[in-house]
């Protein structure tokens, strides 16, 4: 196959180091840090019938995304923005849990598989077994390339029979530390590319475009956000895509970003308003557990700097927001419901929103045994 340059340059912000985009590459070689991938772009947003007839998921926003020689996708992108009232309480849900595989992770998955697939990776690893693993899964195998998925002992059976379906070879490690050591060893070794969604700029940069996207199906932007937040990849994604719609003079101002997190794990919480709250035993979110994430300083900035906040949510709020969903026929998954429990949280806490959004990351459909087993208990 003939070479490809990348013209991306990854960029890191704590030190300054910086070098065109290569396979393996995901933290600072100088300081560890997390990288920012910079790129050329345009500075339009397509015409709304171009977007109507285009076929190619994220890539419809190719102008305003990193450019690949390959672009892999399955149709990800453009999922509905859903009415809905819970407690007199008017929502907007944004509903991430329509794309291929069932989650907004299939945003990331796009993007990072295409840069694998423009630089000649042999195979794609990854070391998660949730919806990062799944999406992975299958968009590198339909798109030619193999996918070895390193997942714990731990890791639960219905999502393993998913990545496998998906085509992927799975190696299991001791547990979630083993895992993410031996997944770049095993990238090296077999040609491949290691994609890791919890410290890839890619998986950012893709979520800028659930902000393009609701761009054309609002007329006003929501005034609050309420995002699940664990590495930061939706939130920051987000982010960065309403400061692009505010550069390029779409939009006069980004809505108020809300993290939501859990009692088990708030680590945005513990840095933006300090200690810790006792965790619950049980973790019901599993799909946002995360202690220490790599992009902690640069969530806490995004949030503040939208004049957002940050809510911790019980297991008793999410089983009781997951509750609200199904029986409007919304089956998302446990770790969905965590943002509408935090809206209900803040309402209840004396907030007032009259356009407040929450994001429904993934289906449901993929664990339907464990929603059971939460909501009839
Ligand atoms: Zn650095």
């Excluded at 400061?243 to 794990?265: C, E, H, M, N, W």
């Excluded at 810790?276 to 992009?295: C, F, H, M, T, Y």
Aim: aromatic share 6%.
């Amino acid at each position: 196959m003939e070479s490809w340059v990348s013209d991306n340059v990854l960029k890191c912000r704590s030190c300054g180091w910086g070098s065109s985009e290569e396979l393996n590459i995901y933290m600072c070689p100088k300081c560890g840090s997390p990288l920012d991938l910079e790129y050329r772009r345009g500075d339009i947003l397509p015409e709304l019938r171009d977007i109507i007839r285009c076929r190619d998921g994220i890539w419809c926003f190719q102008q305003l995304l990193p450019r690949y020689r390959y672009r892999a996708t399955l149709g990800e992108g453009f999922t509905r923005i859903v009415g809905l009232r819970v407690n007199g309480v008017k929502v907007m849900a944004k509903m991430e849990s329509q794309n291929p595989t069932g989650s907004f992770k299939d945003r990331g998955a796009a993007l990072a598989v295409s840069m694998a697939l423009s630089m000649n990776a042999k195979a794609v690893v990854e070391d998660s077994s949730g919806n990062a693993g799944i999406a992975t899964a299958c968009y590198s195998k339909t798109h030619g390339v193999s996918p070895i998925i390193v997942a714990p002992s731990t890791a639960p059976k219905g999502k393993l029979d998913l990545i496998r379906l998906c085509g992927a070879e799975v190696v299991i490690a001791r547990d979630r530390e083993h895992a993410a050591t031996l997944a770049p060893r095993i990238a090296i070794e077999r040609s491949g590319a290691y994609l890791p969604h919890t410290w890839l700029p890619h998986h950012i940069e893709a979520m800028k475009t659930i902000a393009f996207e609701m761009h054309y199906q609002v007329d006003e932007l929501p005034e609050a956000i309420f995002v699940p937040t664990s590495s930061g990849t939706l939130l920051l994604g987000l982010y960065r895509g309403f400061k692009d719609l505010v550069r390029l003079g779409y939009r006069d101002r980004i809505p108020r970003l809300i993290a939501v997190q859990t009692r088990s794990f708030h680590p945005i919480y513990t840095a933006m308003k300090g200690g810790e709250l006792e965790p619950e035993e049980e973790n019901l979110a599993d799909g946002i557990s995360i202690k220490r994430p790599p992009r902690l300083r640069e969530i806490v900035d995004a949030v503040n700097d939208s004049k957002g906040d940050v809510v911790v949510v019980s297991n008793q709020e999410i089983k009781r927001a997951l509750k609200e969903l199904i029986s409007r026929g919304m089956i998302v998954e446990p770790t969905s419901a965590v943002s509408l429990a935090g809206l209900l949280r803040s309402v209840e806490s004396g907030s007032v929103f009259e356009r407040a959004m929450v994001i429904l990351t993934g289906s449901g459909l993929k664990v339907v045994q464990r929603m059971i087993e939460i909501v009839q208990p």
